[in-house]
């Protein structure tokens, strides 16, 4: 069973507009992490923000801020202010307990398309 | 940057061959993992090392090898190479292995800049 799920395959926004990137998981490990990390063009993956299952607020790094919705299993990226060089492909990703060791289990990915 | 080095960045070669490919993680973490990135598989985890020790295994095939050294750095080792073995390998590193400190501590992982592997 898909354990990240990102049901967008892609997504453009207005330059300087908010967008959201939806990220639904699986898991019934009561102790989890959820990232987001983003891949340009050019390849390498970066990380973006961090969400942990007992976290009571919602993470902020920046432009970016991750929505999480623990009930419902997601955990949206929202990027404010939206910049050119936000374009770029999105992934969503879990980690579970520590059983596990720290392997990461990704969604496909969002292709995100910024317009000028 | 994200400190974490892989060599080489491209390689080509032919099915049948075997090549190494190489990763050195951040100064201090102790945790090495291989992921492959291809486009019909997508982003795979395929092994974490630990301080020199296997700690997690995932989707790797036994033609594939890893092993982490004494100095942190880790080497894939890829044989019997087929035309789908074709992807982007990425190195990743933490600081520990796991859910170190508790629940919420991050332990994110900082990725290389991946190998591109095409075999021909």
């Known amino acids: 069973a898909q354990k990240i799920t990102q049901t967008q395959p892609g997504m453009f926004v207005q330059e300087k507009e908010a967008v959201t990137l939806d990220c639904t998981y699986d898991?019934?490990?009561?102790?989890?992490?959820l990232f987001w990390y983003k891949q340009p063009s050019s390849g390498e993956m970066i990380f973006l923000i961090y969400?942990?299952?007992?976290?009571?607020q919602n993470a902020t790094e920046g432009r970016y801020s991750l929505n999480f919705q623990k009930a419902r299993k997601s955990a949206n990226l929202v990027i404010s202010a939206s910049q050119l060089g936000d374009s770029a492909m999105y992934f969503c990703?879990?980690?579970?307990?520590?059983?596990?060791?720290?392997?990461?289990?990704f969604g496909a990915g969002t292709i995100l398309r910024v317009k000028s | 940057d994200s400190g974490v080095t892989q060599t080489p960045k491209h390689l080509i070669t032919a099915t049948g061959q075997r090549v190494t490919l190489r990763c050195s993680p951040r100064?201090?973490?102790?945790?090495v993992y291989w992921y492959q990135q291809s486009l019909d598989q997508g982003l795979q985890f395929l092994i974490q090392?630990?301080?020199?020790?296997?700690?997690a295994k995932g989707n790797i095939l036994e033609r594939f090898s890893a092993q982490q050294f004494p100095d942190l750095h880790s080497e894939l080792n890829l044989s019997s190479l087929e035309l789908g073995d074709s992807a982007l390998y990425f190195c990743?590193?933490?600081?520990?292995?796991?859910?170190?400190?508790?629940?919420?501590?991050?332990?994110?992982?900082?990725f290389g800049p991946g190998t591109r592997l095409t075999v021909l």
């Open positions: 090392y630990y301080n020199g020790e296997e700690r």
């Open positions: 990743a590193s933490s600081e520990e292995a796991g859910l170190a400190g508790g629940p919420g501590t991050g332990n994110e992982q900082f």
């Open positions: 969400q942990g299952s007992y976290d009571q």
């Open positions: 990703a879990m980690r579970e307990g520590q059983e596990y060791g720290n392997k990461l289990v």
């Open positions: 898991t019934s490990d009561p102790s989890y992490g």
């Open positions: 100064s201090g973490d102790l945790s």
